[in-house]
């Protein structure tokens, strides 16, 4: 097991890259929104985001059930349910997708009363939803083939798929929005054509793994319900422990916006450092995921225990580093992001509850990479649930008089209460010899 840090770091530095190219997306889209003229523009673009976030993370099961679930099968090397796995969550992502685009309106509907924007923003949000929506299908593909490739230990192919979207879409977001003048519609427009272009590069990374390992293509049992609805079977907890985590998200939008825009800019600024810290962290929740997996598929109890304790390290390691550079440099990268002079004081006032919040988040992080690689989802969803109904909403409504701190407070209660959750479910399922039963057992 002496190796073992190196095969977490060969796991995890791909997706740190890959994953920090996300948030930087977001943080280009409030640089390029952010030095208009106007907030509503950026406001409109935080809101469409959140949106968008709610629909897609909630269907991230595509991603994290396939890898853990192909993970196992790459330990057992059980090649028909690696084929089998990929063309099912490939087949209910086309499906789910192009019943997302039908339900745009009253999706759209629903999230204008939730969010309840001003006017101006509402206006904005329209152009930007109605064309983003149509990249639904790809982006859940998407999903599905990169989720399939961490399961298979590829590691950089992943890489190389986020990095190509994500580059793509920030040339397309300065070049609408700076070179054509667009505003929100431009962003927007960026995003699908980047989706687009990276669902067909995933397709083509996917082929060349199923060449070098010599998988044959095997469509048996693909169409068999029992294995077809197995899939939903396996990460429906995914699912409600998605639509809990991102409530929290589009709740703190929410209450954001019905304190102003100003406040709902700067809000979407610092959210853009919390999905910095969020998709660093996940690197190593990515080995988690992969290298637990391969152990349960392997029956090595030996490699798992060294997986989550490696895994947890470096996740600690990585968190103290994120506290680091918010707290020395969070004001320089507020300054880069907008000139609008009140969204700076205001996004400035807030970013101390920032500077803590990895050392909070880090274990669940961490954990969930864990549970992934066990295929033990519903604790994911249970602990979730509990941190948001019984942390961040009663927190929140105590402290709502203090305003966007008694905001801030809240994700914070929450934040802590999820990571604690998970880390005590884990010990106490280990202690009683619950979690997985090995060879030696």
């Known amino acids: 097991m002496k190796y073992i840090h190196n095969d977490?770091?060969?796991?995890?530095?791909?997706?740190?890259?890959?994953?920090?190219?996300?948030?930087?997306?977001?943080l280009v889209d409030a640089a390029v929104l952010g030095h208009l003229p106007s907030p509503i523009y950026l406001g409109a673009v935080a809101i469409g985001a959140s949106i968008f976030s709610c629909i897609y993370w909630s269907m991230g099961f595509f991603r994290m059930g396939t890898t853990g679930l192909v993970a196992q099968a790459y330990g057992a090397r059980d090649s028909k349910s690696i084929i089998?796995?990929?063309?099912?969550?490939?087949?209910?992502?086309?499906?789910?997708?192009?019943?997302?685009?039908?339900?745009?309106?009253?999706?759209?509907?629903?999230?204008?009363?939730?969010?309840?924007?001003?006017?101006?923003?509402?206006?904005?949000?329209?152009?930007?939803?109605?064309?983003?929506?149509?990249?639904?299908?790809?982006?859940?593909?998407?999903?599905?083939?990169?989720?399939?490739?961490?399961?298979?230990?590829?590691?950089?192919?992943?890489?190389?798929?986020?990095?190509?979207?994500?580059?793509?879409?920030?040339?397309?977001?300065?070049?609408?929005?700076?070179?054509l003048g667009m505003t929100a519609t431009g962003v927007a427009l960026a995003t699908v054509c980047a989706d687009y272009l990276s669902m067909g590069f995933g397709l083509y990374l996917v082929t060349r793994v199923l060449r070098e390992q010599i998988i044959q293509l095997d469509f048996s049992g693909i169409y068999y319900k029992a294995r077809f609805f197995q899939l939903l079977s396996v990460n429906r907890h995914l699912f409600f422990r998605s639509l809990s985590l991102l409530f929290c998200f589009a709740f703190f939008t929410a209450q954001g916006s019905r304190l102003g825009d100003t406040t709902l800019a700067s809000n979407a600024i610092l959210i853009n450092f919390l999905l910095l810290i969020s998709n660093g962290l996940d690197g190593f929740a990515h080995a988690a995921e992969a290298l637990t997996g391969k152990a349960v598929g392997?029956?090595?109890?030996?490699?798992?225990?060294?997986?989550?304790?490696?895994?947890?390290?470096?996740?600690?390691?990585?968190?103290?580093?994120?506290?680091?550079?918010?707290?020395?440099?969070?004001?320089?990268?507020?300054?880069?992001?907008?000139?609008?002079?009140?969204?700076?004081?205001?996004?400035?006032?807030?970013?101390?509850?920032?500077?803590?919040?990895?050392?909070?988040?880090?274990?669940?992080?961490?954990?969930?990479?864990?549970?992934?690689?066990?295929?033990?989802?519903?604790?994911?969803?249970?602990?979730?649930?509990?941190?948001?109904?019984?942390?961040?909403?009663?927190?929140?409504?105590?402290?709502?008089?203090?305003?966007?701190?008694?905001?801030?407070?809240?994700?914070?209660?929450?934040?802590?209460?999820?990571s604690a959750l998970m880390c005590a479910s884990y010990y106490l399922l280990d202690k009683k010899q619950k979690l997985v039963v090995w060879k030696n057992e």
């Open 84 to 179: 089998r796995i990929l063309f099912q969550s490939i087949i209910l992502a086309i499906v789910i997708g192009l019943v997302l685009i039908l339900c745009a309106k009253p999706v759209f509907l629903l999230s204008t009363t939730f969010f309840q924007p001003s006017s101006l923003v509402s206006a904005e949000l329209a152009n930007y939803y109605f064309i983003r929506i149509y990249s639904a299908p790809a982006v859940l593909i998407n999903f599905a083939l990169l989720g399939w490739l961490i399961g298979m230990h590829k590691t950089r192919a992943p890489l190389y798929l986020m990095l190509l979207a994500n580059s793509v879409n920030i040339v397309l977001d300065v070049f609408f929005v700076m070179g």
């Open 298 to 418: 392997e029956k090595c109890k030996t490699l798992f225990k060294a997986t989550v304790r490696t895994t947890g390290l470096w996740s600690a390691i990585m968190a103290i580093f994120f506290l680091l550079v918010f707290y020395m440099g969070g004001e320089v990268i507020i300054a880069l992001l907008t000139d609008i002079e009140e969204i700076k004081q205001a996004a400035s006032h807030y970013l101390p509850w920032l500077i803590v919040l990895p050392l909070v988040a880090v274990w669940s992080y961490w954990m969930d990479g864990v549970f992934i690689g066990l295929a033990r989802t519903g604790v994911m969803q249970n602990t979730t649930i509990a941190a948001t109904l019984c942390f961040f909403l009663p927190i929140w409504y105590l402290a709502k008089p203090l305003g966007n701190h008694g905001l801030w407070l809240a994700f914070y209660a929450f934040s802590f209460a999820r």
């Open 8 to 26: 977490v770091w060969r796991f995890a530095w791909p997706m740190i890259i890959a994953n920090v190219t996300t948030p930087l997306l977001g």
